[in-house]
């Protein structure tokens, strides 16, 4: 409950003392916002130092009743730290501290329990260089901000290691071969090559990999629209894998026409497509069926769309896994690779305008469905 118990007169002086302030007193904003609608903490002091408005959410994150705090000293109601131990109150001293400060910068200071939090706070001076008025401090809870840097901090460490394995073999077998070269067979020496040309590409394949995804964060990932046949892309890709070895009958390709004109960035497209059908063929097992439909676009106002359904009859993405195959670096088996497909794929069909949802096929295998809008500029419109 936030509370004051002064009046000021419009030039902004104390027209009266202040009274004890009465719990249940509202504050005003004057926009007719009560400070216990505020997303932040607010704690207000007036010129003698006590809280006169501690609100709803400086109640939560502190864990003391605005009861408790009103009429308080600020260093009573409010025994902030600094993280070497220090009293912030008395290092800052606002009702002492030099007369030009107007304010404290956002700092991360500690409450008596231990928690952190984002301090910063205003002096308001009824005259330039006068006495301190009022000392206003907000306040913010850091969790949710430790939350995105420890998820960096993890990034970080789970990129290190996926560069470091192949890495480390390029190292070993072309150190190898420096110093030993003449004890190898040619065979032996093509074999290592091999394996050395395969991690490189591994870690070429990663670091671009990476920067999608840093794109796909920042919002940068770029969608060159061009009209895209997706049937005959899909085509393509069926037909690389039948080139690659794999038998024919695995894969089933059917296309419900008419479908609208789609644009959208056929590299892009080609990615999403690439990485759903390896998912299907390592992953998965049996018959990949690739349904291509005409369907309502996710977009509102626009019509149509594309949809593109990939099916196998494999083992399936466990239910309670469902809601995680599209953060990065998850895999569900030891057969997986870096866990950064489905990532991306789910950025650029994003980056399109469009949605992707994954499911149990009728079949019983993994289904991944995206439907893209059709996207066509504004002037074919
Ligand atoms: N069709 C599928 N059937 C069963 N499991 C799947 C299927 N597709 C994806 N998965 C599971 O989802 C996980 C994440 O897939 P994702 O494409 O993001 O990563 P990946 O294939 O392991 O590695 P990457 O694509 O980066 O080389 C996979 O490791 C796998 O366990
Ligand atoms: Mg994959």
Known sequence: MSVVGTSTAPDGRDVRRTPAPRHGDRIETGLGIDPDQLPDGLVVADEHGRVICFNAAAARITALSA???LGQPLEKALPLEDLEGRRWWQ???PYGGLAIRVRQ?????????????????RYVRTEPLGPVHRVIV????????RRTERSHAELIATVAHELRSPLTSVKGFTATLLAKWARFTDDQKRLMLETVDADADRVTRL??????ISRIDSGRLEVRRQPVDIGAAVGRHIQAYVAAGQPADRFLLRIEQPLPALWADPDKVDQVLSNLLENAVRHGE???????????????GEETGTSVTVSDEGPGIPEESMNRVFTRFWRGSKRGGTGLGLYIVKGIVEAHGGTITVGRASVGGAEFRFTLPVGAPAYLA
Request: charged letters at 30%; one cysteine or more.
């Open 105 to 121: 910068p956002e700092r991360n200071l500690l409450l008596p329990c231990g928690r952190e939090v984002l301090v910063c706070a």
């Open 207 to 212: 670091i671009a990999e990476l920067l999608d």
């Open 67 to 69: 009861a408790d705090a």
């Open 138 to 145: 907000s306040l913010r809870d850091t969790e949710a901000r």
């Open 91 to 93: 290092l800052t001293d």
């Open 286 to 300: 049996g018959t990949v069926t690739i349904d291509v439909t005409p369907s309502a676009s996710p977009r509102e």
